[in-house]
């Protein structure tokens, strides 16, 4: 390895003002012996105020990591400017960087800063557009047409890099699918492949297998959430038919039959929590026999016949045919809450349904979030669960404190959504942003 090659970095002044699009990173390849003008090229861009200049100092030394050192900095690069010179195009380091950057497909714009033969330069510039620094032209010149040629394309080159970063962790990552793109960032990403500019380096193939299975994931994730919710739908609707059913009927044990039929269904689409869902469902339904027998003692109480003042003096009306109790002259109303009907007492069972719905959606939201702050570890610890609310009071009440309640654990869940390690473009239900608290919505955005 040649002794006057360089491996080091010094990086231009970043700006911290999130108003301003962020600056277009540039990575300069130069042989030691062209030091002094390199700065002169650095001073020059960073003067600019739009570019982040990434600059090799430090020697290499023998058994030094140097390659996966220089790979790193020339792949978090936007473009690789190449100062072209007799000792940097017989560099092999130089060399080596031209060949590195050309694999990850980035832009190259090479530089002449004195005259070198045709066969000198890389062969693998010949048919790029130089920038001109050499004899005849003046270093200011020079200066303003490199940063024209850093310019171009400037959107799709900073994509490009973008999108290749992330391709690369999902790689190495075993491409594992948290990795991928979500929602609007898949169709940004397409766009991006189809508006290519004639002049810019093509994508590389990572690049559209990340595309291709973010957009595969997506279709699989949303297919299933549309099943899912379409299942729900039909297994609410079948309970509710079965309960106004059973509720005409006035029967306890046709309300407790439907309850447990409207479990199973949801269960049954619910598989990662199955045994959990069937422990609770048998649980429910004690709940609500327990809660519709309550409510008819007060009725049955009232039906029965007060032995303390003796039996009834007044004798059913009699049929003038043959002396009985006539069936007509019973005016007592037997449909469903009406006066004198034993079931006026019991709770509504559209609204049992409901808080049995309630109960379901809340306690899966907090074991999604138990999941979560587990995964998260440490990140989480200072995030609890709120306590679960009790199960004495009537339905309205115990339906109140079941809203609170899942209202809570939205606002939690939403911001445990904002600490994943995931991509920032991640759809999240926007009910649950709207609950997330402001120093989060403010750190997302």
Same mark, same amino acid.
């Given at each position: ?38 700065? &002169?090229?650095?001073? %020059? ?17 023998? @058994? ?27 560099? &092999? ?41 050499? &004899? ?7 200066? !303003? ?28 990552? %075993? ?43 997506? #279709? ?14 039909? !297994? ?24 447990? @039929? ?26 609500? &026999? ?19 003042? @003796? ?28 006066? @004198? ?11 049992? #349904? ?29 995030? #609890? ?26 606002? $939690? ?18 009910? $649950? ?11 997302? %955005?």
């Amino acid at each position: 390895m040649p002794a006057a090659d360089t491996l080091g970095l010094t990086v231009g002044a970043t700006d911290a003002d999130p108003d301003k699009p962020p600056k277009l990173k540039v990575f300069v390849s130069y042989s030691r012996t062209d030091t002094a003008f390199a700065d &002169e090229v650095v001073a %020059g861009l960073e003067y600019d105020g739009g570019f982040e200049v990434f600059l090799d100092r430090h020697s290499i030394h023998e @058994g030094e990591a140097w390659r996966e050192r220089l790979g790193g900095l020339i792949a978090a690069a936007d473009i690789v400017v190449f100062l072209v010179s007799r000792a940097s195009a017989a560099s &092999e380091l130089c060399q080596w960087e031209v060949s590195h950057a050309q694999s990850l497909s980035k832009r190259i714009v090479p530089a002449l800063i004195e005259p070198v033969s045709a066969d000198a330069a890389p062969a693998s510039l010949n048919a790029l557009q130089y920038v001109r620094f050499d &004899e005849g032209h003046s270093f200011m010149a020079g200066l !303003a047409s490199l940063r024209r040629a850093l310019r171009a394309d400037l959107h799709w080159i900073r994509e490009h890099t973008r999108l290749l970063t992330r391709a690369q962790e999902w790689d190495t990552a %075993g491409r594992s699918e948290n990795r991928l793109l979500y929602g609007p960032d898949i169709a940004a990403a397409k766009a991006w492949l189809e508006q290519r500019p004639p002049d810019a380096p093509p994508p590389l193939e990572l690049h559209r297998d990340y595309i291709a299975a973010s957009e595969q994931a997506e #279709a699989a994730r949303l297919s299933d959430e549309r099943s899912q919710a379409q299942t729900l739908k039909n !297994a609410l609707s079948r309970s509710r038919r079965a309960l106004a059913l059973a509720t005409g009927a006035g029967g306890l044990a046709g309300v407790a039959c439907i309850a447990a @039929g409207y479990f199973w269904y949801v269960a049954r689409d619910q598989r990662n929590f199955a045994e959990a869902a069937i422990e609770k469902r048998d649980a429910y339904i004690a709940e609500l &026999e327990a809660a519709v027998a309550e409510a008819q003692e007060p009725a049955a109480s009232e039906d029965e016949p007060n032995m303390s003042e @003796g039996p009834s003096t007044s004798p059913p009306p009699l049929s003038p045919s043959n002396g009985t109790a006539s069936p007509e002259d019973d005016t007592t109303d037997m449909t469903p809450n009406a006066p @004198g009907n034993s079931n006026a007492g019991a709770p509504d069972p559209a609204l049992v #349904a409901e808080l049995a719905q309630l109960k379901l959606t809340a306690e899966t939201r907090a074991r999604r979030i138990e999941d979560e702050i587990d995964l998260l570890g440490e990140r989480l610890t200072d995030i #609890a669960l709120p306590p679960r609310p009790s199960e004495e009071g009537t339905v309205d009440e115990q339906l109140a404190n079941w809203r609170a309640y899942d209202e809570r654990l939205k606002e $939690i869940e939403a911001r445990v959504l904002m600490m994943r390690p995931l991509p920032r473009q991640q759809t999240i239900d926007p009910e $649950i942003l709207q609950k997330a608290p402001e120093p989060y919505m403010r750190k997302k %955005g």
